[in-house]
């Protein structure tokens, strides 16, 4: 089974100032099948990046992921106060799909 | 519009049966497919099982011994079915749905295993 590893734990973001997140495989994803969520307490996940790098329907262009193989990115460029929460990595091209431990992403 | 409700027993004892059931109003029942995921308390997600529009499931391993999903497209509905349950398979269970571009997932349920 894959292990994803994310980092930072906590990222603190400046309303206006974009951020990185990583999230990192234990072996390579086949296709590079990697997806990106983001979940508010209480809320079921939002997806808002698939296949690496495709953003979902709806989902705004100050979110944009990329990345393969074994290191995958996701980067918020100009957040805004909703985007407070835990964002996971999902790998979804070998079985089992696993999930990675989520970075909690702070506005101040 | 597409909207997922989901039902099902949320308190159950040790060594019952989870049964949960997810309907689809709206959109199409023969997209990509569907997934059933969960999330313990305070834990990341833990994805359970799949079941594709070819009619194949590919179900967790850690899972696969007690577990059983299907599909009934005239209800337009999926369950799910869990057998011998105990505190560790308490958590929110959501259904999935996805098609090429997006996912749309149920409110949750949550189930309790506790004697």
């Known amino acids: 089974e894959i292990v994803l590893t994310q980092s930072p734990g906590t990222l603190s973001l400046s309303p206006g100032e974009g951020g990185t997140l990583s999230c990192r495989a234990s072996q390579s994803v086949n296709n590079n099948l990697l997806s990106w969520y983001h979940q508010k307490p209480g809320q079921a996940p939002r997806l808002l990046v698939h296949?690496?790098?495709i953003r979902a329907t709806d989902i705004p262009d100050r979110f944009s992921g990329s990345g393969s193989g074994t290191d995958f990115t996701l980067t918020i460029s100009r957040p805004e106060p909703e985007d407070f929460g835990v964002y996971y990595c999902q790998q979804y091209g070998n079985s089992p799909r696993t999930f990675g431990p989520g970075t909690k992403v702070e506005i101040k | 519009q597409v909207q997922l409700q989901q039902w099902g027993a949320g308190l159950l004892k040790p060594s019952e049966t989870l049964s949960l059931t997810c309907a689809l109003y709206g959109g199409s029942f023969s997209v990509y497919g569907w997934t059933w995921i969960r999330q313990p308390p305070g834990e990341r997600p833990e994805w359970i099982g799949d079941?594709?529009?070819?009619?194949?499931?590919n179900y967790s391993p850690s899972l696969r011994s007690r577990l059983t999903m299907s599909e009934d497209t005239s209800k337009r509905r999926i369950s799910l079915r869990l057998t011998s349950v105990t505190a560790a398979d308490t958590a929110v269970y959501y259904c999935?749905?996805?098609?090429?571009?997006?996912?749309?997932w149920g409110q949750g349920t949550l189930v309790t295993v506790s004697s």
């Open positions: 296949g690496a790098s």
């Open positions: 999935v749905l996805s098609d090429h571009s997006t996912e749309y």
């Open positions: 079941i594709l529009h070819t009619g194949d499931n």
